[in-house]
T-cell receptor, first 115, second 109 residues
Framework: NAGVMQNPRHLVRRRGQEARLRCSPMKGHSHVYWYRQLPEEGLKFMVYLQKENIIDESGMPKERFSAEFPKEGPSILRIQQVVRGDSAAYFC?????????????FGSGTQLSVL | RKEVEQDPGPFNVPEGATVAFNCTYSNSASQSFFWYRQDCRKEPKLLMSVYSSGNEDGRFTAQLNRASQYISLLIRDSKLSDSATYLCVVMNAGNMLTFGGGTRLMVKP
């Protein structure tokens, strides 16, 4: 049973380009969470999604960032017109039902570097 | 005030030492508590859940004090492989995890 899969592992973009980060949750998991970790900082919640629904996007910047989790395929975190401050590690986690006390399983992350 | 606060360290200890990390959280309605371990910018991995009654897993003991909103992790007989960043994590309503900034541990030979 494969774990949470994120790709690409490393992504390099120039300022102004778009970044697309993909996350395939564990088999049977329908809840996905995205976290961002800036250099020398802790993980910060960005967005929580279920299939075809955004449940909580309170941690997502209002501009340039969007996320989706379609009925088929991986969850996508999209960053438009990237800036240097977007350079960070982006981690995705999944859980089966989103219930309280449920453990989250993390992917290996995507390291985004903006030149 | 941060929602979950930890001393960033680093804690430098010799092999075999006992070391304790503390964490405080501000949301009294928090429901679940965890310690995660993170190595060198890799993904966080669940170390253990934390219960009010205290729980132990080998050399690791976690404790929760709801009245003081305080969580602790004790590591006995430290190994070189314990060197990592330890993240205090709180789960609130809506199943969101809030991470502390982490405490860095360096175990030296």
């Amino acid at each position: 049973n494969a774990g949470v899969m994120q790709n690409p592992r490393h992504l390099v973009r120039r300022r102004g380009q778009e970044a697309r980060l993909r996350c395939s949750p564990m088999k049977g998991h329908s809840h996905v969470y995205w976290y961002r970790q800036l250099p020398e900082e802790g993980l910060k919640f960005m967005v929580y999604l279920q299939k075809e629904n955004i449940i909580d996007e309170s941690g997502m910047p209002k501009e340039r960032f969007s996320a989706e989790f379609p009925k088929e395929g991986p969850s996508i975190l999209r960053i438009q017109q990237v800036v240097r401050g977007d350079s960070a590690a982006y981690f995705c986690a999944s859980s089966p039902t989103g219930g309280a006390r449920e453990k989250l399983f993390f992917g290996s992350g995507t390291q985004l570097s903006v030149l | 005030r941060k929602e979950v606060e930890q001393d960033p360290g680093p804690f430098n200890v010799p092999e075999g030492a006992t070391v304790a990390f503390n964490c405080t959280y501000s949301n009294s309605a928090s429901q679940s508590f965890f310690w995660y371990r993170q190595d060198c910018r890799k993904e966080p991995k669940l170390l253990m859940s934390v219960y009010s009654s205290g729980n132990e897993d080998g050399r690791f003991t976690a404790q929760l004090n709801r009245a003081s909103q305080y969580i602790s992790l004790l590591i006995r007989d430290s190994k070189l492989s314990d060197s990592a960043t330890y993240l205090c994590v709180v789960m609130n309503a809506g199943n969101m995890l809030t991470f502390g900034g982490g405490t860095r541990l360096m175990v030296k030979p």
